[in-house]
């Protein structure tokens, strides 16, 4: 325990998210017990990325170039935008497999609780896109969280002066779920936009 | 997701033991995202462990030296060695302030279930220690579950050639619990309450 590298490898492992430190004293363990087939490999996988993934200039994403691959692929369609928090709301949608479109992500949200404004988020970089691109449609898929609904509806706002259609993601009971462990919030809201059969 | 450096920080990532898959993306984010105040000093870190972490000759233990600071240590008592499953266990004992003597570190346990017999275990160096040291007391400190009990009584049968006084821990420990995961006080009431095999 009383060694330098170890305990700053301990240290280090320990600020990842979802960590904690004696999680980090196994991982580091397992990582020293297994040099060659794990913490080197593991080494050279960070400096790659490290090296290799860069920001998107256009919509924020990471990816090994800039404009990304999405940005740049002729198959996804140009005429929808879909505003994200965060490139792992992009994986998610991608995931989904239900959107072809392009993304647009705002690197968080507003919060007046930790005082970010509009100024921390790729607001002016989306209203130049919607100005210069073709776009027909804007979906905002905030996550359903308080800071990110009022970021929704402060974008749609914003987005007003442009005469395009915004949408935001519906609201409803999740697939699979069940009517007695859902929360009141999502049941009241599933209720009230509930459709004709 | 498209992309070959971030796809194998991921995968790396999601082998480290209790980071999942979801929970890699999360992280390899988090680390792309905060390159200069967290993927580089990880990196640095990875890299100083593995270059001045190595395996003590003697004990097993991992230090910036071999023989590591423990086995170098004119403040520890060495007459009284315990032997334990894994490095953890040597920090989870540290931890207790309940020990003052040397370490053995077997490297697991026997498995009938997972095909580990006693050759994989570092029986052999612990009994060379044992002939060529000075000891009266060998502790078996292996964990309290069904494949430590059976090492322990395993070496305890060994070590009965030796005519040395060989002790386990008392069972204050839970059942079925680990070292790694035990409270410091319950390790060090369970450490001075050793008895006799």
């Given at each position: 325990?009383?060694?330098?590298?170890?305990?700053?490898?301990?240290?280090?492992?320990?600020?990842?998210?979802?960590?904690?430190?004696?999680?980090?004293?196994?991982?580091?363990?397992?990582?020293?017990?297994?040099?060659?087939?794990?913490?080197?490999p593991?080494?050279?996988?960070?400096?790659?990325?490290?090296?290799?993934?860069?920001q998107?200039?256009?919509?924020?994403?990471?990816?090994?170039?800039?404009?990304?691959?999405?940005c740049?692929?002729?198959?996804?369609?140009a005429?929808?935008?879909?505003?994200?928090?965060?490139?792992?709301?992009?994986?998610?949608?991608?995931?989904?497999?239900?959107?072809?479109?392009?993304?647009h992500?705002?690197?968080?949200?507003?919060?007046?609780?930790?005082?970010?404004?509009?100024?921390?988020?790729?607001?002016?970089?989306?209203?130049?896109?919607?100005?210069?691109?073709?776009?027909?449609?804007?979906?905002?898929?905030?996550?359903?969280?308080?800071?990110g609904q009022?970021?929704?509806?402060?974008?749609?706002?914003?987005?007003?002066?442009?005469?395009?259609?915004?949408?935001?993601?519906?609201?409803?009971?999740?697939m699979?779920?069940?009517?007695?462990?859902?929360?009141?919030?999502?049941?009241?809201?599933?209720?009230?936009?509930?459709?004709?059969?």
């Amino acid at each position: 325990m009383s060694n330098n590298s170890l305990n700053s490898l301990i240290q280090q492992l320990g600020k990842v998210p979802g960590v904690g430190k004696r999680s980090a004293q196994r991982i580091a363990l397992h990582l020293l017990q297994h040099k060659e087939t794990e913490l080197q490999p593991l080494m050279h996988a960070l400096s790659l990325a490290d090296q290799h993934v860069k920001q998107c200039e256009i919509c924020g994403n990471l990816d090994g170039q800039s404009p990304c691959q999405i940005c740049q692929s002729v198959k996804r369609d140009a005429t929808i935008l879909c505003v994200v928090e965060d490139v792992a709301d992009v994986w998610a949608m991608e995931r989904s497999n239900g959107y072809q479109g392009l993304y647009h992500i705002l690197g968080g949200t507003l919060s007046a609780l930790e005082g970010r404004g509009p100024e921390v988020l790729a607001i002016e970089p989306l209203k130049n896109r919607i100005r210069q691109g073709d776009f027909q449609e804007v979906i905002l898929a905030m996550n359903a969280t308080m800071d990110g609904q009022t970021t929704s509806h402060y974008i749609a706002e914003i987005l007003m002066e442009f005469k395009i259609k915004v949408t935001r993601l519906a609201h409803g009971m999740p697939m699979g779920g069940e009517l007695d462990y859902l929360d009141q919030g999502t049941l009241a809201a599933a209720l009230s936009a509930r459709l004709v059969i």
